[in-house]
């Protein structure tokens, strides 16, 4: 394969555009034109066949055009992305900050996640600010041979089961004796705290209670993560109007998406561990598993601590430039004003 020169660069950007402004293969004639070089149509024909020889564009059986693939996509988002101008930061700041005043945390979430869906016309989704995952008390119960149930009770008296599969066999005076451990060295850390002091401690531990011990964690993340993680979607319906979604399978699949939410979930979790705005293309990694669904998305920090994530979920041909824009600002404005509480 042949290495891209600028003058293909120059093509492969231009034809990015295109799509995303138009939404029909784009041709040489147009290309020729839009992209300012001063190039015959046989030499943008080459360079076209060389684009889609390295996966960067493809050919609709239905056109002469191209449109990008999932890498073209990929490519113009990593290193042909216009700067915005600042005046357009201003506009979307405004009115992202005239809809996010201080309020209730919870219907901050849930303007956020309108205001995205408006701003964008596609799908606007946000987490909750995750609370801290404190526990008042712990025990483990022998259900039977190398199972054990986990109940997990948090200072407001929520309570939390979790059945765990043992490597060995544990008596009940082995889970008593953890068990009464635990809650005497632990009660009242969260769970992540218990995390950071089992990795030195756990060496000094004996074995058995160490190893029930960092089951007890895992179980203990798990089910304060499902009991406080919350979703909100705003704008669904948006994507029944995306001409690219006109196939009633790849809606489908989406709907189903948005109604399990637990791969939403997952998408925004590994989001959150990430700096800044996050680009996930459909197709090209299992974090966004449909092959026309593109998601932008940021964490917001309250009090210079990272509680959630939200984004944008729509077609892979969206105006890139501006998602980024409006997730970047919404993420900030959010968290201000979730710290302001």
Known sequence: ????????????????????????????????????????????????????????????????????????????????????????????????????????????????????????????????????????????????????LVIIVSPDGDVQNRVIFTAQDYSQGQLIEATNYLNEHYGGLTIEEVREKLKTEIDQLRGEIGTLMQAAVDAGTEAMAESHEQVVVSGERNLLTVQDFNDMGSLRKLFDLFE???????????????????IYIGGESRVVPYEELSVVTAPYEVDGQVVGTLGVIGPTRMAYDRMIQIVDITARLVGNALSQK
């Open 1 to 148: 394969m042949k290495p891209m020169d600028e003058r293909a660069k120059t093509l492969l950007k231009t034809l990015v555009e295109r799509y995303i402004a138009e939404g029909q293969p784009v041709g040489s004639r147009t290309l020729s034109k839009a992209s300012g070089l001063d190039l015959s149509p046989a030499t943008i024909r080459n360079v076209m066949a060389d684009l889609e020889e390295l996966g960067l564009i493809a050919s609709p059986h239905t056109s002469a055009g191209r449109i990008p693939t999932a890498r073209g996509y990929r490519l113009f988002v990593d290193t042909m992305l216009t700067a915005r101008p600042p005046d357009m930061d201003r506009l979307v700041a405004g009115e992202v900050r005239e809809q996010l005043r201080p309020d209730q945390p919870q219907r901050v979430i849930a303007n956020a996640a309108h205001l995205l869906s408006n701003l964008s016309s596609f799908v606007g989704v946000v987490t909750a600010p995750r609370k801290p995952s404190v526990f008042r008390h712990i025990e483990f119960l022998r259900l039977g041979e190398k199972r054990v």
């Open 260 to 278: 399990q939410k637990t791969q939403l979930m997952r998408l925004l979790d590994v989001s959150s561990r990430a700096e800044g705005v996050r």
